[in-house]
């Protein structure tokens, strides 16, 4: 199955609960996939009641799925939540529309790129001039996350998006 990754906390700002329905989305269109979630900080959210008990039901206990194609890898040191991440073959750094006009880079774009991953994110100006406009897997929507995913099989699609992504944290490296 084509495998995704996202590594961090989980927070509805961060899409972590809707991520749990790409499986499904995907089997949908005919292709098998699983999302690997890593971390183990689930944030409550005053705007959002009940977020923290929905994301840990959809997580389930560490090292099982608790739905159809999502594994929950638990709260791991860097280095192993790296490997994991290694192991799969699209990251996944979607965000919600309010962080849009954010400053802020996320690490796992960078950390994603510098393991050769390519990464679903928003299109947003930062991310324009970080990746090129017309980088192959922004995503707007859950459902432009499947159509990119599944854009990302193709292997100049593929490529691509994992040249910008390398390219960009090669930019970020230090000696």
Request: glycine share 8%; hydrophobic share 45%.
């Amino acid at each position: 199955p084509l495998q995704l990754v996202y590594t961090g906390k989980f927070a509805p700002r961060w899409n972590t609960l809707e991520m749990t329905q790409l499986p499904a989305l995907l089997a949908a269109r005919g292709v098998a996939a699983e999302v690997n979630l890593v971390g183990d900080k689930v944030h409550d959210d005053p705007r959002d009641a009940g977020y923290k008990r929905r994301m840990r039901a959809a997580l389930g206990e560490p090292g099982t799925s608790s739905m159809a194609g999502v594994i929950w890898h638990g709260g791991q040191p860097r280095a192993e939540a790296m490997r994991l991440a290694a192991a799969c073959d699209i990251g996944l750094s979607w965000r919600h529309p309010e962080l849009d006009a954010s400053l802020e880079l996320s690490t796992k774009v960078l950390e994603f790129g510098q393991l050769g991953l390519p990464v679903i994110l928003k299109r947003t100006p930062m991310h324009e001039e970080l990746l090129g406009a017309d980088y192959p897997l922004f995503a707007a929507s859950l459902d432009d996350v499947a159509d990119v995913a599944l854009a990302a099989l193709d292997p100049a699609v593929f490529a691509l998006a994992a040249t910008r992504t390398s390219e960009a944290a090669a930019s970020f490296a230090l000696d």
